[in-house]
């Protein structure tokens, strides 16, 4: 009869295993609810080797809000091809797929949770909004961004980001819903932008003609119509 051997893991691998078990307790409850003994004992470890290679929980959970920011922005990046309206829809699914599997995870990452005031807590959360920033603007294929159009992709971040965190309070709307309608609050921003700016209009006319009327910004127009009453029949 053979006994099995716990195999021991190396510096990095055990490193990169308290990571992964915190970022999973705190993707299901928040980190300030969290403590090191219950990552201890999810890990398999005791409490004290867990500070032999994290100096304190903020050090482990800025390793956490690292991974969950770098997944994070990787939801944003989408092929360029095919309809903006479509590539948008995609990309907004994914981002509420991340934000339904960690809601307390990414509310604290957005928070800062137990990083408040952090300076590298606040510099992981300023990279996610900026690769979200810069993936779009490679969607609209615009070399030099004009003041408006950065205006207008900043403020539709911010918007999915404030979407997500209302909608993690209860889950009221349906998600697929949410996605849907933030693809549609992209579009009327560009489109009350094209309304004070030549460069924007053309912006606006480029992504309309490229746009499906069976596609989500094609959606978006049918909607609007039905909302305008139909103009009196003259006498």
Known sequence: MTTGVRRRMGVEERRQQLIGVALELFSHRSPDDV????????????????????PGKLSLYEAALRRAADELAQRFVEPREGPLGARLLR?????????????????????????????RANA??????????EQIIK???VADPPARLELVVRSWVSLAESTALIWLDGRKIPRAELEL?????FAALVAVSAAYDVEMAQI?????AAEPAD????DLVTRLVTLVPPAATPR
């Open 215 to 218: 596609g989500p910004l094609g």
């Open 35 to 54: 403590s090191i003994d219950e990552i201890a004992a999810a890990a398999g470890i005791s409490r004290p080797l867990v500070y032999h290679y994290f």
């Open 181 to 185: 309608q933030l693809v549609h609050d």
């Open 204 to 208: 606006m006319t480029r992504i309309v």
């Open 91 to 119: 990309v907004m699914e994914r981002f509420f797929a991340f934000v339904d599997d960690h809601g307390p995870g990414f509310s604290a990452l957005m928070r800062g949770g137990p990083a408040v005031g952090s300076s």
């Open 124 to 133: 992981m959360i300023d990279e996610v909004r900026q690769a979200a920033y």
């Open 139 to 141: 969607h609209l294929e």
